[in-house]
């Protein structure tokens, strides 16, 4: 699987760090953690690729992620906490969450916005100003990474296609072409299993069927 496609190492040991702590595979995370440093990783990238599932995954599985990182940090003489890499305040984390959402999506976004009944409109302010607002706008990962990670942490919830086919084409609006995603979803295969592998590929092959 680390011989498939066109991601380098760094690449993949963190598609492989958020698909375990997806999983909550915990034992396996403390050794991709001293994986991924291996490789040039930095403890912010790690750190970060871990936050980036949160949305997803929910606060208690990420916090329970983060204290195996910690931990192996700890072995390895790395001073925590790690530098803060918040972009964002109270006071505009909506709006530059939003910004973050057209970038990567579009004009869609204002429309569903727009689309959403008015009983569940704050599901989609919660949208831009936690998922967007609080974690695409943060240092440490380009946009490009973190789409591409939350594709991967998308495929490997399992039961999430109609997600996974937006994110398909996030990725191919921020950049990231067929055989990169082909390549991630591969990576993800051996932890994830061939089931959710196999509808991550149909979603990619729905949403970009000439690529």
């Known amino acids: ?15 492989t760090l958020v698909v375990l702590v997806t999983n909550q595979t915990l034992p396996q995370i403390r050794a991709h953690v001293h994986a991924a440093l291996n490789v040039g990783l930095t403890p912010v990238e ?4 871990v936050y980036q599932c949160a949305p997803y995954i929910g606060f208690p599985k990420t916090l329970n992620a983060i204290a195996e990182v910690n931990e192996v940090f700890k072995t390895m ?13 109270e006071d505009d984390r909506f709006e530059k969450g939003l910004v973050a959402q057209v970038e990567i999506f579009g ?35 380009d946009l490009k990474t973190r789409e591409l990670l939350t594709l991967c942490i998308l495929s490997s919830l399992g039961g999430c296609e ?19 995603l082909i390549a991630a979803i591969t990576q993800c295969l051996p932890y994830m299993g061939f089931p959710r592998t196999l509808n991550a590929l149909q979603s990619v092959n729905d949403i970009m069927p000439k690529s």
């Open 107 to 141: 004009d869609v976004i204002r429309q569903n916005r727009k689309n959403a009944p008015a009983n569940q409109s704050h599901i989609q302010d919660y949208l831009s100003s936690f998922c967007f607002g609080d974690f695409y706008t943060r240092g440490g990962l």
């Open 1 to 15: 699987m680390f011989h498939q496609g066109n991601l380098d190492d760094q690449q993949r040991e963190l598609i």
């Open 46 to 49: 790690i750190k970060e690729a």
């Open 162 to 180: 109609s997600q996974v086919k937006a994110h398909v084409q996030g990725n191919h609006n921020v950049g990231n072409d067929k055989e990169t």
């Open 77 to 89: 003489n790395i001073a925590l906490p790690i530098e803060n890499q918040r972009n964002v305040e």
